[in-house]
């Protein structure tokens, strides 16, 4: 059996090596307040699963 061989494969860095200069991606206000808003909802709709989840654990037993 002949071993594979290892291939090395060298990626050329396309990017300065500091990127400190370069300004940090913000959200906009309104895409901000939509993240925040949808947060919420996700944590709200967490809660109602899972009071609905232990009712439904009450009522089938």
Do not use: W
Request: net charge positive; with cysteine; glycine share 2%.
């Amino acid at each position: 059996m002949v071993a594979p061989q290892r291939r090395v494969s060298y990626i050329q860095n396309r990017y300065p090596q500091s990127r400190h200069d370069e300004a940090t991606p913000q959200l906009g206000e309104a895409a901000r307040e939509d993240y925040f808003r949808l947060r919420a909802m996700i944590a709200e709709n967490e809660k109602q699963t899972e009071y609905l989840q232990k009712y439904i654990k009450t009522q089938c037993q």
